[in-house]
């Protein structure tokens, strides 16, 4: 059970995080609050978008307002494992008896930003698989532990698709949720041309008002409380008949895993606890299934020829499943 004043106390952290990562993020209200939901469920986070809608801006927003270390790795189709993971060297002290030494990653770090992660070959890409689902990095045989939390939030661009490697559905499958950013509004894109260019030079990020407001001992309470936030077992029973709805719906070639359903609830249980609640309810799951399942499921070719929009076959498939009465 959640305390009342640990619940007082967690929906107000939320908030002034939410405030600070608004200072350098104009509109996109909906990416915010889901990358907040993946922090509190303990999650990595995919964010897709053209060019220059400020997936990165999120992302270094976000580490900036936690006070955590934080990494980012540029993935270019040279990158190699090593460069994420880390590797060992030769530590020559002069006396001619050299010791391997390791050299650790950037991995290992509270957040890392992995950015346009799709550039990448699969060979590093897998790399991460064992970083993002086991909270561990092995070099020279060692198993070595990551920090907690450990959050990976990577960045692709989904339409300069030449020269890139798309994501395995297995590394797809370790993200808790996948946020799409599309194009603002005329009133917030004027709003974002006056924050990026009043008294800015060159193409500096507009970070300097945001404050770090949480630190890891407090993301890891967050984390906590989220953990224990009540489910009802009829609402976990409507988070899988929502997911297992996608496996047999027209237009779905192949729909989400087990690991859908418990991401669905993982992300349920957050929601709630940003909207200052100790349980969760059917209209928790509802707002999370677009984001948790668009990248644990693949279209149909004919509906792929017929041009048919993911977001709307998932919609439908949501629509049609009767949500209990609490």
């Known amino acids: 059970m959640i305390k009342p004043e640990e619940l007082q106390l967690a929906t107000r952290w939320l908030h002034t995080l939410r405030q600070e990562v608004g200072k350098a993020v104009v509109g996109q209200a909906q990416a915010v609050e889901q990358m907040l939901v993946a922090v509190v469920a303990s999650g990595h986070v995919l964010v897709e978008g053209v060019p220059g809608l400020g997936k990165t801006l999120l992302a270094r927003a976000l580490a900036q307002a ?21 590797h060992s060297v030769l530590d020559d002290t002069g006396s001619g008896l050299g010791r391997l030494r390791v050299r650790k ?14 550039r990448a070959p699969a060979k590093t890409q897998s790399a991460l698989l064992e970083v993002m689902q ?11 532990p990551l920090p907690r939390p450990f959050i990976v939030m990577a960045t692709q661009n989904p339409v300069d698709t030449e020269g890139t490697y798309p994501l395995p559905e297995a590394q797809l499958d370790r993200f808790l949720v996948k946020i799409r950013i599309g194009y603002p509004t005329h009133d917030e894109e004027a709003a974002v041309v006056q924050l990026a260019t009043i008294g800015r030079a060159g193409h500096e990020l507009p970070l300097e008002a945001v404050q770090p407001v949480l630190d890891d001992v407090q993301v890891q309470e967050l984390q906590r409380l989220c953990s224990q936030v009540h489910a009802d077992a009829k609402v976990i029973d409507y988070a899988v008949r929502v997911v297992r709805a996608t496996r047999s719906w027209p237009g779905l070639d192949a729909g989400a895993g087990p690991r859908g359903s418990v991401a669905l609830v993982r992300t349920a249980r957050a ?3 940003i909207k200052g609640r100790d349980f969760i309810t059917p209209d928790d799951v509802a707002a999370q299934a677009l984001a948790v399942l668009r990248h644990r499921v693949t279209m149909a070719p004919d509906a792929q020829i017929e041009g048919r929009d993911l977001d709307e076959l998932l919609q439908a498939a949501l629509d049609s499943v009767e949500a209990p009465r609490l």
């Open 271 to 273: 929601m709630a606890l």
């Open 134 to 144: 086991e909270y561990q990095a092995t070099l020279e045989g060692e198993t070595l």
């Open 66 to 86: 936690l006070h955590l270390q934080y990494a980012r790795v540029q993935f270019t189709p040279d990158l190699m494992p090593a460069d994420v993971i880390g």
């Open 105 to 118: 990653g950037p991995v290992f770090t509270n957040l890392l930003l992995a950015d346009e992660i799709n």
